[in-house]
């Protein structure tokens, strides 16, 4: 059976489940939706193809299509 677990290490980590908090694609920050919507340099291509530059949440969570695109890229 597949988890059902939140894939960012952020929650992994508080789980148990990994060893680091870090951000898989640049182990820069802890590894949380924010930070990988909005600041991790290690996926900047993937996110400005889809997202453009967003500058807050509610923005990059505005556009649903480039976020489901997005996200399913990192996965």
Not at 38 to 47: H, I, K, N, P
Not at 60 to 69: E, I, P, R, V, Y
């Amino acid at each position: 059976m597949a988890s059902r677990h939140c894939q960012l290490n952020k929650h992994l980590f508080i789980l148990g489940i990994t060893d680091s908090p870090l951000c898989r694609a640049c182990m820069e920050a802890d590894e949380t939706p924010t930070y990988v919507l909005l600041r991790c340099r290690g996926v900047a291509e993937q996110r400005a193809a889809y997202l453009g530059s967003p500058a807050s949440l509610p923005e990059a969570l505005g556009d649903l299509g480039g976020l489901l695109s997005f996200w399913s890229e990192l996965v």
